[in-house]
T-cell receptor, first 106, second 114 residues
């Protein structure tokens, strides 16, 4: 069975502080992992995927197969990062986590 | 390109009525996905098509739900009869290269069944 968990429903940080959005998964095979983001009044969109190993808008995420995690990190949060973030896994099919709402305070 | 187009954007209907949601994927994309989003269950994949063929419909909640993709530029999700627990936001997404490629989401249809 596939499962994605995001333990925090809401995460609040101050501008300039580091931020880490946690994502853990369960899947017996080799998954593809993604982070999607939904800004206020905008469509859900891809932020990054683990196979690209890229940094988007200052965010990075490393797949840790030992810990079955794919945490999203940014060293210095900005107010415009406030949004809903979803971790997603593709194994046998596509599964989204419940999402974490990030609020960056001024 | 206008992106993925969904209609209607909002739908309010009474229990027992038939509801049809529509989606136009991005031209050239060969995969299409239907999702349902609720506060309780989050974002759930209902069904996805590849080259107009349904590949996985294991997420379709019950027989009241059906989805079709008669051609590469159009898909429908139908609920008949609708029930209050079907109230949710329904998203359509398309992808150029199957499930592992980036999915482009539509704006969603907010369905309210009274």
């Amino acid at each position: 069975a596939q499962r994605v968990t995001q333990p925090e429903k809401l995460l609040s940080v101050f501008k300039g502080a580091p931020v880490e959005l946690k994502c853990n998964y369960s899947y017996s095979g080799s998954p593809e992992l993604f982070w999607y983001v939904q800004y206020s009044r905008q469509r859900l969109q891809l932020l990054l995927r683990h196979i690209s190993r890229e940094s988007i808008k200052g965010f990075t995420a490393d797949l840790n197969k030992g810990e079955t995690s794919f945490h999203l990190k940014k060293p210095f949060a900005q107010e415009e990062d406030s949004a809903m973030y979803y971790c997603a896994l593709y194994g046998q099919n596509f599964v989204f986590g419940p999402g974490t709402r990030l609020s960056v305070l001024p | 390109d206008a992106g993925v187009i969904q209609s209607p954007r909002h739908e309010v209907t009474e229990m027992g009525q038939e509801v049809t949601l529509r989606c136009k994927p991005i031209s050239g994309h060969n995969s299409l996905f239907w999702y349902r989003q609720t506060m309780m269950r989050g974002l759930e994949l209902l069904i996805y098509f590849n080259n107009n063929v349904p590949i996985d419909d294991s997420g379709m909640p019950e027989d009241r739900f059906s989805a079709k993709m008669p051609n590469a530029s159009f898909s429908t999700l139908k609920i008949q009869p609708s029930e209050p627990r079907d109230s949710a936001v329904y998203f359509c997404a398309s992808s150029p290269g199957g499930t592992v490629a980036e999915q482009y989401f539509g704006p969603g249809t907010r369905l309210t069944v009274t």
